[in-house]
């Protein structure tokens, strides 16, 4: 084994401690050396060609995504196909919903109330069930996976676990906000097909890991903090812990990434494009070929902030082990097998301990 095996913790996930999340964490691995060039800045991919009828195309925009993740796991798409005047409703409508909700009418929405799911309302700080309180920089609503808003769905789901505001509250909020996953989940679809392409793998190889896969939706609220201050709002360092995530800046800088020169690198919003990056599920599924990247993001800008992170992870049966073909001489297994349910269940409790902590579900698709 490796010697990386001993020291990845797969429970890093959300300490408050920036340097532990950095030696534990499965980010920010490959230090700039030898033939592994410094990086300083994050790529732009223009994604049109991966909607191409035609492979070669299709292969040209997979080989850029591979380089781009097997350098720094982050990288921008513009032409991802989501309409952008849809991104800017959902925008305003999500700051709607933290800046004119009563604490008590978003309270009706935590997760704490939701039995299985970590899924709902989260406040800034949330006290837990021993009286505890969690310390969190950011105010969060959670949705879950719907089969009906997935492209690819193969059955129907129970999806009475999403909170949304009822619409005497928020006029059109929860169509407004399905109309965004479904056009997310088109590009998702999309984008793990190209990942796959990029591994030379067959473009559906990821379908028998994601047919109810662990995705969420979510809306992140930052609240302006002083640059004296970068605690008061934002989110501490840490890898994601799906196979992706596709994130929505609004127009205020923030996001970092760490570099593998050990800087931070800003992620600053570019108008019209989504920031993706690889999480540590692909990370490990790659055996590291692929980089789950630290970053954080301080709101300390004096601007209040709305990010809309889309975490897609796969199903809760589904295993996270190295896949043969990434798996060499020269880079044996790196990572222990971890099953997704489980595994994805306890990192997100220590980030939302108010959440319920019962076993997952199987993913028994229901039919029809
Ligand atoms: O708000 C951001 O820019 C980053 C959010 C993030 O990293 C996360 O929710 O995992
Ligand atoms: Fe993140």
Redo the contacts with the bound molecule.
Sequence with gaps: MAATTAKYNPFAGFTENEDEAIATGIGARKVAAGDIPPITEIPVVDLAGAFSDDITVRRKVAAEIYTACSQIGFFYIKNHGVDLNLISKCQKAGLGLFQDLTHEQKMELSMSRNPTEYFGYAPKAGTMPDGAIKRRMYETIHWGYEAELDPEATGSWDSSYNFYPSDEVMPGFRNLMREYYSAIMVLARRLLKTFALGLNLDENYFDQFTKHPNVML?L?Y?EAAAPQNPEGSG?FA?S?LEVF?I?C?DEVK??EVLSNTGAWLPANPIPGHFIVNVGDTLSMWTNGLLQSTI?R?YNIEGKT?L?I?F?FGADNEAVIESFPSCVTEDNPARFNPVQIGSYHKERIHLQYPEGKHVAPKANVIKSG
């Design positions: 979510a992140n930052y989110i840490h994601d995530t994130l800046q923030s996001l970053h993001a902030r990010s992170p975490f």
